[in-house]
């Protein structure tokens, strides 16, 4: 698939005009280091331009969908100023870029989480609604699916 080939923590699947995107480090619970923050911020800059695809769905490899920042790299950038100013300008890209899609956004949880568990934000953008009939129009808000919302 042209230009996706070199992410390394997010794999990419075209089913039809349906792109799903997977975070891709189980072993970590899909913990958010250094290099899947970088990727992050550029896919769905990405995504957006990609003109064979009309809806993303967003899920995650193995038992979580996504267990949050990896601890040893949220230290290092405590530690280093140059990091933290980095970390914070990727993680701009990644709101401003799934606020600027203009496609659907599903995000599709691997396992339903007890309790009040993590969400994460997912956004159907001003362009999209447009398009989306008026009882489908979902405002941004932090969703969170089990499994069996999207197959």
Same mark, same amino acid.
């Given at each position: 698939? /042209?230009?996706?080939?070199?992410?390394?923590? #997010?794999?990419?699947?075209?089913?039809?005009?349906?792109?799903?995107?997977? *975070?891709?480090?189980?072993?970590?619970?899909?913990?958010?280091?250094?290099?899947?923050?970088?990727?992050?911020?550029? #896919?769905?800059?990405?995504?957006?331009?990609?003109?064979?695809?009309?809806?993303?769905?967003?899920? &995650?490899?193995?038992?979580?969908?996504? @267990?949050? &920042?990896?601890?040893?790299?949220?230290?290092? @950038?405590?530690?280093?100023?140059?990091?933290?100013?980095?970390?914070?300008?990727?993680? /701009?890209?990644?709101?401003?870029?799934?606020?600027? *899609?203009? /496609?659907?956004? #599903?995000?599709?949880?691997?396992?339903?989480?007890?309790?009040? @568990?993590?969400?994460?934000?997912?956004?159907?953008?001003?362009?999209?609604?447009?398009?989306?009939?008026?009882?489908? #129009?979902?405002?941004?808000?932090?969703?969170?699916?089990? @499994?069996?919302?999207?197959?």
């Amino acid at each position: 698939m /042209k230009g996706y080939e070199t992410y390394r923590t #997010i794999s990419v699947e075209r089913r039809g005009r349906i792109l799903v995107l997977t *975070l891709d480090r189980p072993d970590a619970l899909n913990a958010v280091n250094a290099a899947f923050h970088a990727e992050l911020a550029r #896919i769905f800059v990405e995504v957006r331009h990609d003109a064979e695809a009309d809806v993303i769905v967003l899920t &995650g490899r193995g038992r979580a969908f996504c @267990a949050g &920042g990896d601890i040893d790299w949220m230290q290092a @950038a405590i530690d280093d100023p140059a990091l933290f100013e980095e970390t914070g300008r990727q993680a /701009k890209e990644i709101v401003f870029g799934q606020l600027d *899609l203009d /496609k659907p956004l #599903i995000c599709r949880s691997t396992a339903t989480p007890p309790g009040s @568990a993590r969400r994460w934000p997912c956004c159907a953008t001003s362009s999209s609604r447009r398009r989306m009939p008026r009882s489908a #129009i979902r405002t941004c808000r932090w969703a969170s699916w089990p @499994a069996t919302a999207v197959r």
